[in-house]
């Protein structure tokens, strides 16, 4: 289990309010309690975050271009140029420190690595770095409890049929899941995989096409809500018509990293690697949340979301399955740029898990 234990620690520093004014704004609050109790060479894996970043919103004032592909070239452009001429010095430091397994991000303009504890200090105040985090994993979620509905009620409760009928049905749109991964073979699923290298990411290489790894099939259930067809009898999927790409964000053992969920945003956004090429989807979502800390805004991929919605992509997630009690919102759908969704039964009604 790869650092799960560390989510405890930092409910407890969002609840009791704990601060480390030595190094505040340089090392989190998580981060320096883990260090506290570190040996000078044990090995931590951490997010560093640089001082300067490009404003999202500056640049997209500034663009005119009403061609979506062009603006998101032009946003993905600026963030790898940023990334490109702030991060040399720093990966020359930590190369000549011996840092391990350094991985470059510019979808925010910073990187992951992992470096010896007693190394951590110096790294965090350097000019160039704004805030040294732990790079912990969360836990994959228990699927959301099923109903005795049929699958369709879900489809018919939110007038999808009729927009089918007025010629609506997803066409010439692309959908994206963060999830366990996609049955590929499914009979609802196969024919709308777009297919090829820019159409799946796995960040931990453990399968080269789409796969789900989740016994109960996590990612292909919430794929088959949105693109699903009705080979099975029934039409389960929202957008029949559209196409879609998956990330398997959960390893083999449901475990996500906070770089392996950075790395997955950053490919959605530039899937194939080339900013001059249009195939980032028009819509992702995200089934998971930090369903430990409920009512706390955990802000960890603000950039991120940040930079895919100034590139016009949708970003949905899970309110989550806490409910029913009030405050029981989780992170990242209580960012306040994400959009979040809750549940209804059969009935309509507020499902009793849906988070409030």
Same mark, same amino acid.
């Given at each position: 289990?790869?650092?799960? !234990?560390?989510?405890?620690?930092?409910?407890?520093?969002?609840?009791l309010?704990v @601060?480390?004014?030595?190094r505040?704004? =340089?090392? *989190?609050?998580?981060? @320096?309690?883990?260090?506290?109790?570190?040996?000078?060479? &044990?090995? !931590?894996?951490?997010?560093?975050?640089?001082?300067? &970043?490009?404003? %999202?919103?500056?640049?997209?004032?500034?663009?005119?271009?009403?061609?979506?592909?062009? %603006?998101?070239?032009? !946003?993905?452009?600026?963030?790898?140029?940023?990334?490109?001429?702030?991060?040399?010095?720093?990966?020359?430091?930590?190369?000549?420190?011996?840092?391990?397994?350094?991985?470059?991000?510019?979808?925010? #303009?910073?990187?992951?690595?992992?470096?010896?504890?007693?190394?951590?200090?110096?790294?965090?105040?350097?000019?160039?770095?704004?805030?040294?985090r732990?790079?912990?994993?969360?836990?994959l979620?228990?699927?959301?409890?099923?109903?005795?509905? =049929?699958?369709?009620?879900?489809?018919?409760?939110?007038?999808?049929p009729?927009?089918?009928?007025?010629?609506?049905?997803?066409?010439?749109?692309? !959908?994206?899941?963060?999830?366990?991964?996609?049955?590929? +073979?499914?009979s609802?699923?196969?024919?709308?995989?777009?297919?090829?290298? +820019?159409?799946?990411?796995?960040?931990?290489? @453990?399968?080269? +096409?789409?796969?789900?790894?989740?016994?109960?099939?996590?990612?292909?259930?919430?794929?088959?809500?949105?693109?699903g067809?009705?080979?099975?009898?029934?039409?389960?999927?929202?957008?029949?018509?559209? &196409?879609?790409?998956?990330?398997?964000?959960?390893?083999?053992?449901g475990?996500?990293?906070?770089?392996?969920?950075?790395?997955?945003? @950053?490919?959605?956004?530039?899937?194939?690697?080339?900013?001059?090429?249009?195939?980032?989807?028009?819509?992702? #979502? #995200? *089934?998971?949340?930090?369903?430990?800390?409920?009512?706390?805004?955990?802000?960890?991929?603000?950039?991120?979301?940040?930079?895919?919605?100034?590139?016009?992509?949708?970003?949905i997630?899970?309110?989550?399955?806490?409910?029913?009690?009030s405050?029981?919102?989780?992170s990242?759908?209580? #960012?306040?740029?994400?959009?979040?969704?809750?549940?209804?039964?059969?009935?309509?009604?507020?499902?009793?898990?849906?988070?409030?």
């Amino acid at each position: 289990m790869r650092k799960s !234990i560390y989510i405890s620690i930092i409910f407890s520093l969002c609840v009791l309010g704990v @601060q480390f004014s030595a190094r505040a704004g =340089t090392i *989190s609050p998580d981060l @320096q309690l883990v260090l506290e109790g570190a040996s000078p060479d &044990q090995e !931590i894996d951490v997010i560093v975050f640089l001082t300067e &970043q490009v404003d %999202l919103k500056a640049l997209v004032d500034t663009k005119t271009l009403k061609d979506k592909s062009l %603006l998101r070239s032009e !946003i993905i452009t600026e963030l790898k140029i940023k990334a490109d001429k702030t991060q040399k010095e720093l990966l020359k430091f930590l190369d000549d420190k011996k840092a391990k397994k350094t991985l470059s991000f510019w979808i925010f #303009n910073g990187l992951a690595v992992t470096v010896r504890a007693d190394l951590i200090p110096e790294l965090a105040v350097r000019p160039e770095v704004a805030e040294v985090r732990l790079d912990f994993a969360i836990l994959l979620s228990d699927p959301m409890p099923a109903t005795a509905a =049929t699958p369709e009620w879900n489809i018919d409760a939110i007038g999808a049929p009729q927009l089918w009928d007025l010629g609506f049905t997803g066409q010439g749109l692309v !959908i994206a899941n963060m999830d366990t991964g996609v049955d590929v +073979n499914h009979s609802d699923l196969y024919p709308r995989w777009r297919g090829g290298t +820019n159409s799946w990411f796995d960040p931990y290489g @453990q399968w080269a +096409n789409p796969h789900d790894s989740h016994p109960a099939g996590h990612g292909t259930g919430t794929m088959g809500v949105m693109v699903g067809g009705d080979a099975t009898g029934t039409s389960i999927g929202v957008a029949p018509g559209a &196409q879609w790409i998956a990330v398997k964000m959960f390893d083999d053992a449901g475990e996500a990293p906070v770089s392996a969920i950075h790395q997955s945003f @950053q490919w959605l956004l530039d899937p194939d690697g080339d900013p001059y090429t249009d195939d980032a989807p028009d819509v992702v #979502n #995200n *089934s998971w949340g930090y369903r430990n800390w409920p009512d706390i805004c955990y802000l960890e991929f603000q950039q991120d979301i940040q930079a895919l919605k100034a590139s016009e992509i949708a970003v949905i997630f899970s309110a989550g399955n806490e409910g029913p009690g009030s405050a029981t919102s989780i992170s990242p759908a209580n #960012n306040p740029e994400s959009f979040a969704v809750g549940a209804v039964s059969s009935t309509l009604d507020i499902a009793g898990y849906s988070s409030r």
